[in-house]
């Protein structure tokens, strides 16, 4: 694993040292979605508008190496991480469906040795439910499993 983590890291630079036509250790943010789209990791307009504001808080319309490394780093845990949840996802779709009900939530809740009702996993579902079917998209569950991690960072931070 850190192997890859090496090889992305020399990916990243060899794709900013690209982008840094003078050589000076800086590039203009408006480069930002090429280099990412030369990487494989191409943004909307919206990631874009977030990565840039992480990138470069002091808005200077340029950002450095470091800067750079760091917000490449965050992006490939949060990458491993929907991976990680869409593993898990497809684990509690015993049906196939792309989609879990509460049934299928209670069912792995239970095999985790949580005991909740199905009243529960209903609620659970609902409060991330966008389109009020009664299930959860994967999209929907990403949310359902970064509420808590958000919520209790949220919290620490305001302590």
Do not use: W
């Not at 840094?20 to 979605?33: E, M, T, W």
């Not at 497809?90 to 879990?100: R, S, T």
């Not at 939530?105 to 579902?125: C, P, R, W, Y």
């Amino acid at each position: 694993m850190n192997s890859g983590g090496d090889k992305n890291s020399k990916e990243y630079i060899n794709a900013f040292e690209r982008f840094d036509k003078d050589y000076d250790g800086f590039i203009p943010i408006d480069d930002l979605a090429e280099i990412m789209k030369k990487i494989g990791r191409p943004v909307n307009e919206g990631e874009l508008q977030d990565v840039k504001g992480e990138i470069n808080p002091n808005d200077d319309s340029i950002f450095d190496l470091k800067e750079y490394m760091s917000i490449m780093d965050k992006r490939s845990r949060e990458k491993d991480c929907d991976e990680d949840l869409f593993t898990i996802f497809q684990i509690i779709d015993k049906d196939e469906n792309d989609l879990i009900g509460p049934t299928e939530l209670l069912n792995f809740m239970d095999a985790l040795g949580h005991k909740v009702s199905q009243e529960e996993t209903e609620e659970m579902i609902k409060e991330f439910d966008e389109d009020g079917d009664g299930f959860c998209t994967f999209k929907e569950f990403v949310k359902m499993m970064k509420y808590d991690n958000d919520e209790d960072n949220g919290n620490e931070q305001d302590k």
